[in-house]
């Protein structure tokens, strides 16, 4: 009784939610003991989860959603009281809308961190602001999620002056490519993330640098694997699953969050 647990709906890439299981651990603060770490529900759904771009780009197969329903519903009977989707794409309103609404339906007892709220919010007290003129942050992700914009919301206005920097077409698609080609790319080849993989995402982020971006969303769970850096090309890279790993720490035990480390990088 009174257990606090994390979870986190993975396997969607494979990594992403050992990525996203990382990162909470190297961000809480402990005595340096097992014990003293969370208690963390990683659930592998990819089996359970239609492709994300696929089915948002060319109606192929069925809603992600509920794959999603049923990893999260797992996840609520495994006793998690707080989880995560480990993937930006997912996090599209075609997909999040009705998502919610099964759980709602079901009565699944599990609050979802939303991961692209959780990101505005971090570029809004780190980057934006209150700024007069518009802070240019670049996106890179699949073209799903470029397609559906998931990330249009950073433009709200609620999260300060922002002006996202979408990559050119061309650029999206090597971007595409480096995370979904079956022999090379970081979905198919994580660990280690292959060479030329590495290489076009990293001319990726000195494309927006080179626009004028002070910082780039690595807006899918696989970059991070390829540009692991709080930098590159001289602007900041933001990483939303270190993001959302924090924040799920900040829910289940706020005092054993650790200080952010160079917030501004």
Excluded at 55 to 62: A, C, F, V, Y
Excluded at 188 to 210: T, W
Aim: a neutral charge; charged letters at 20%.
């Amino acid at each position: 009784m009174g257990r606090k647990i994390i979870g986190i709906a993975g396997g969607v890439g494979p990594y992403a939610g050992l990525a996203l299981n990382c990162k909470i651990f190297d961000n809480t603060l402990t005595d340096g003991t097992d014990q003293d770490h969370l208690e963390v529900v990683l659930h592998s759904s990819g089996p359970l989860v239609a492709d994300r771009t696929a089915w948002l780009l060319g109606g192929k197969g069925r809603n992600p959603a509920g794959g999603l329903f049923e990893s999260l519903r797992v996840l609520a009977g495994a006793g998690a009281t707080v989880a995560a989707i480990a993937c930006n794409t997912a996090h599209s309103e075609r997909i999040l809308a009705p998502l919610k609404d099964m759980l709602d339906k079901a009565g699944v007892e599990i609050e979802l961190v939303d991961m692209i709220e959780q990101t505005g919010i971090f570029i809004g007290r780190t980057f934006a602001g209150a700024k007069e003129h518009p802070v240019k942050i670049g996106l890179l992700s699949t073209t799903g999620t470029l397609a559906t914009g998931v990330y249009d919301r950073l433009e709200s206005g609620r999260f300060g002056n922002v002006e996202l920097l979408r990559p050119e077409q061309e650029v999206a698609e090597k971007v595409q490519r480096a995370i979904y080609d079956l022999h090379w790319g970081i979905k198919a080849q994580s660990s280690p993330v292959s060479p030329r993989a590495i290489q076009d995402c990293g001319r990726a982020v000195e494309h927006l640098a080179g626009r004028g971006a002070c910082a780039v969303v690595l807006g899918c769970t696989e970059l991070p694997l390829a540009l692991p850096g709080r930098t590159a090309c001289g602007v900041a890279l933001v990483d939303p699953g270190e993001i959302v790993a924090r924040a799920l720490i900040s829910r289940v035990a706020p005092e054993k969050l650790k200080p952010r480390v160079n917030p501004d990088a």
